[in-house]
């Protein structure tokens, strides 16, 4: 049965992307990491981005190995494989090559740099990397649904037992977090930081929600302590950004951390938002467009915005509230067109 608190959680993912990479564009290194950046920033601002950073990535990574059980689980492995080069490898390799390098070319154009076309992942990385998964773990995820008592499942359950053995999976982020992080924790784009612990996370999302009912009452029924835990290991976090030059501070209590938020998230998620809604089956629809979409849409109005005079505080909002905007509104277009839903992620619609 489909899960509607995990599609919310994947919209409310995506509209955090997007006030995320607007952030990005009003921090004085924004520049260095190809962003049109504001000429006034704001780092306190990015405190708030903190909260989320170490998070916000991961659990994309867990609701898209979700999404695979739920894909698979009705369809043979060559149904499935082919499903998710449409949905996936198709809209990766379109943006690699016609949506990406609009990001690059307006970047250039705004700092005066040699423009020339330069096909890129850019932000679409994310799906090169869930598409490499599904091939990774094919073989492993067939296993376990054609064997439902298979040794994995067993394990998991045994874990799950315990009110408390959820946690445990943190230990499996925070070690990640000391074997392949780099200085930087969030630098998950084209990293092998990021490659493994979205491995990781993709295939704990698939064996989490195969526990079904071996898993969502405890991930309510712990979702406090999770809240609890995270916050506290967000404070030591911030006090060693503060007081050290360690800008992360330990990367297993970060690690640890990061699974704690997204065992809150989960566990709100399952308590409130489980539900049926004309906003959610608008929004189901449209979360993947706006995502491909959401970045060229944001460099061409940092493009327009950011040499005005107007307030920071203005020029954030309408960069946010823009980009969504256009991202909706060219998403309305693309709907419409049966011929080019497919490169947008998009299933053709059926024309009697």
């Known amino acids: 049965m489909r899960r509607h608190d995990i599609d919310w959680l994947r919209i409310i993912a995506l509209g955090m992307l997007i006030i995320y990479h607007a952030a990005v ?5 924004g520049h260095l990491i190809s962003f049109i950046q504001n000429k006034e920033s704001s780092e306190i601002l990015w405190l708030f981005m903190m909260i989320f950073n170490i998070w916000r990535i991961p659990i994309l990574f ?3 190995g979700m999404g695979a059980y739920f894909a698979l689980k009705n369809k043979n492995w060559k149904v499935f494989l082919k499903d998710r080069s449409a949905r996936i490898l198709l809209p990766y390799i379109f943006g690699f090559f016609f949506i990406c390098p609009i990001t690059l070319f307006l970047f250039s154009k705004f700092y005066g740099k040699q423009i020339g076309y330069s096909p890129n992942p850019g932000h679409l990385w994310f799906l090169g990397n869930i598409y490499t998964y599904v091939l990774l773990l094919l073989p492993v995820m067939l296993f376990c649904i054609k064997n439902p008592d298979n040794f994995i499942f ?6 799950l037992k315990h009110r408390l ?3 445990s999976l943190a230990l499996i982020t925070g070690l990640e977090g000391v074997l392949f992080s780099p200085h930087d924790y969030i630098n998950y784009a084209m990293s092998i930081h990021g490659f493994m612990l979205g491995l990781i996370c993709f295939f704990l999302g698939f064996i989490l929600v195969s526990m079904k009912n071996d898993f969502w009452p405890i991930i309510k029924n712990t979702r406090s302590i999770a809240l ?13 950004v503060f007081t050290t ?3 992360d501070g330990p990367k297993f209590v970060i690690g ?10 989960f566990g709100y998620g399952a308590l409130y938002l489980n539900h049926q809604s004309k906003a959610l089956t608008y929004l189901k629809d449209a979360v993947y467009p706006v995502y491909i979409l959401h970045m060229p849409l944001q460099f061409l109005l940092s493009y327009l915005i950011m040499p005005t005079k107007l307030p920071l505080l203005l020029k954030l909002n309408f960069l946010v509230i823009g980009t969504l905007f256009c991202s909706i509104f060219l998403y309305e277009i693309i709907k419409r067109m049966n ?3 497919p490169i947008f992620g998009l299933k053709k619609t059926i024309i009697n």
Request: hydrophobic share 65%.
């Open 25 to 29: 564009a009003f921090q004085p290194w």
């Open 228 to 240: 609890v835990l995270a916050s506290i290991l967000c404070m030591i976090r911030f006090y060693f």
């Open 245 to 247: 030059e360690d800008y």
């Open 165 to 167: 053995g959820i946690f």
């Open 62 to 64: 867990m609701i898209s």
């Open 154 to 159: 067993k394990i998991f359950r045994i874990i």
């Open 339 to 341: 011929w080019i839903r």
């Open 256 to 265: 640890f951390e990061s699974m704690c938020w997204m065992l809150a998230v």
